[in-house]
């Protein structure tokens, strides 16, 4: 397999996982209707952060050496679990009305969305096992693996950031109408429901 027919396969693998979905789309979605484009953007650019880290260090063995090691994989995997059922839970009990002033000034920073998308795709085991199992089947022999990682890594993130933007787009055109006290009320227990049950998923496989 050539490097050109490696790319081509990958990216039609990551593009069906990226369009399926998922925590990383009902983060998105709620963030950018709950906050707007500028924390959403944060969210998805922390998001594919991870994936180029998880890409990275598959590339180089380290992924692959967690995998191996029971101890390494329990550790991220409980703390993978606890942080998005932290997360959550904070979103199923918000009382959902017009943010106050404080809370405004959290939603609204780039950064805090940046650092959610960040430690849930770095804390999310399962990426790492993705990884670990078909990023080698799509490294030619006789590529430099770290650099083959990285440019199959950037694929999956060039991918992401157009759904992503497909996402937002979308998001934004509705904005107006779901942006009241009540929808946000609803977003918040639907993405909170959804976010601890990929906790619970995490913890019980």
Do not use: C
Not at 113 to 125: I, S
Request: aromatic share 8%.
């Amino acid at each position: 397999m050539d490097i050109a027919t490696s790319v081509g396969s990958f990216a039609l693998v990551v593009a069906l996982l990226t369009v399926t979905p998922g925590l990383d789309t009902a983060l998105i979605l709620r963030t950018s209707l709950v906050a707007g484009r500028r924390p959403a953007w944060g969210v998805v650019l922390g998001i594919q952060l991870g994936t180029l880290a998880w890409g990275l260090l598959t590339a180089v063995g380290l992924s692959a050496l967690l995998a191996a090691s029971q101890v390494g994989y329990e550790v991220l995997r409980w703390a993978g679990v606890a942080y998005l059922v932290w997360m959550g839970l904070r979103m199923l009990l918000a009382r959902g009305d017009a943010p106050g002033e404080e809370e405004a000034r959290q939603e609204v920073r780039f950064r805090t969305g940046f650092r959610r998308g960040l430690v849930t795709n770095l804390l999310n085991p399962k990426v790492g096992a993705f990884y670990v199992a078909m990023l080698p089947q799509f490294i030619p022999q006789e590529a430099p693996h770290a650099v083959m990682g990285l440019l199959l890594a950037g694929v999956h993130v060039g991918e992401g950031l157009l759904w992503s933007a497909a996402l937002i787009g979308f998001a934004a055109l509705m904005s107006r109408t779901l942006r009241t006290p009540s929808v946000r009320r609803l977003l918040d227990r639907i993405t909170g429901v959804v976010i601890v049950g990929f906790g619970v998923r995490l913890a019980v496989d």
